[in-house]
């Protein structure tokens, strides 16, 4: 079986979409029968992150669709992305029929836009690793003029059409499937953890991490506010954070502000995350809202860590049982936070209570479970003569 998978961007990302569609490949592509493609749009001759099974076939259009992205005002980014789609939509017609898939798996990226055009012959499926509405709650992060934010609203909505028209779209959690009643090609299929640990973190050391690109989205800003009031209470503890994005300076700078550099280091990512969460006896996730399913959290959880994250949309809540396997916070409540941090902090015993607990759940996120849901949704699309292209 034959299957494409269209990733935006690249796979020099340590992202957990590029983390997920790798590991993903790897094992498809050590099964018998199957043939496994990649293609990227603005690879540029970067090295890859993540180690890839020299079975998996890649292609680099390097379209360089996001190349300025951020340099350009909201008109020359709308006029450069329609001379860029008609670009990749050319490239990418030509490959998929070179290439002559089964099925061809997009990840909501431009292509979106144009894949059910292209008649190639494929079943269509789409896997959604962000919120529904990821464009228009980025619009309001992003500007403050109501166009943006307008234009945003409107292609969520054709986001919403065109992901009806795909033969499946695979969501990671019930509430998003929930979200879209209105029509019935949704399936939900979590990511699954690639690795699961023999050893658990025995939740001793006063040491709390974070893992995640270093964005504003993702909120190390507020989870530096917390920890100052959590240094106030427990100065012995200290804050791993491991990521890498373009607001390390301003994240250092604020560090440096509360005089907090003794306690709180940023550490660039690493490919072995599963060994520092080891270390560790509290996983932090301090997110504002566009993770649909956090695969560190489900990974934190396999090493037997306690969580503490914001309640972001979709994602923590399918993750986190209120004080079973740790806890749940309303968004931008940053001392409510520190205060369930410093709660872990205080019992060693709850810590382990909620790791042990933590561990259990992690089980439903086995790679071979989830990836034999995979592989029974690929033998059903090929086999299901009513399916539509």
Not at 278 to 283: D, K, N, V
Request: proline share 5%; hydrophobic share 40%.
């Amino acid at each position: 079986m034959k299957i494409v998978y269209l990733l935006p961007g690249g796979l020099f990302n340590s992202g957990g979409m590029e983390r997920v569609i790798t590991n993903k490949a790897n094992y498809l592509a050590g099964k018998p029968g199957y043939d496994i493609s990649i293609v990227t749009t603005e690879q540029l001759g970067r090295p890859i992150f993540y180690p890839l099974s020299d079975k998996v076939h890649l292609y680099h259009l390097d379209i360089g669709i996001y190349t300025n992205f951020g340099k350009e005002n909201y008109i020359q980014k709308v006029a450069s992305r329609f001379l860029k789609i008609r670009k990749y939509r050319k490239a990418l017609k030509k490959l998929l029929y070179e290439i002559s898939p089964d099925i061809t798996i997009s990840t909501l990226g431009i292509d979106i836009d144009f894949l059910d055009k292209l008649q190639d012959g494929s079943f269509h499926l789409g896997e959604l690793h962000f919120p529904g509405n990821y464009r228009q709650l980025m619009a309001y992060q992003m500007y403050t003029s109501f166009i943006p934010v307008f234009v945003e609203k409107v292609r969520n909505r054709l986001l919403r059409i065109k992901c009806r028209k795909l033969t499946r779209l695979i969501v990671l959690t019930e509430e998003e499937k929930m979200s879209r009643k209105d029509t019935d090609n949704v399936v939900i299929i979590p990511n699954p953890l690639t690795y699961y640990p023999e050893k658990i973190s025995d939740c001793t050391s006063k040491k709390a991490i974070a893992v995640g690109r270093l964005v504003r989205e993702k909120g190390f800003d507020q989870l530096i506010e917390s920890w100052r009031i959590v240094h106030e209470k427990h100065p012995d503890w200290t804050l791993s954070i491991f990521g890498s994005g373009n607001q390390k300076e301003t994240l250092l700078a604020l560090i440096s502000r509360y005089n907090l550099d003794s306690v709180i280091e940023i550490y660039d990512p690493v490919k072995d995350i599963y060994s520092r969460f080891l270390e560790h006896s509290i996983m932090l996730f301090p997110s504002r809202c566009l993770d649909a399913l956090p695969m560190v959290l489900i990974e934190a959880m396999s090493c037997g860590l306690p969580l503490v994250a914001f309640d972001a949309p979709c994602g923590p809540k399918d993750i986190i049982t209120e004080g079973k396997n740790g806890f749940l916070v309303p968004a931008g409540n940053i001392e409510l936070f520190a205060e369930k941090v410093c709660r872990l902090i205080e019992s060693e015993e709850l810590r382990r209570t909620m790791g042990r607990a933590a561990r259990q759940m992690s089980f439903d996120y086995q790679e071979d479970k989830v990836m034999n849901q995979w592989m029974n949704l690929f033998e059903q699309v090929t086999s299901d003569k009513f399916c539509y292209i």
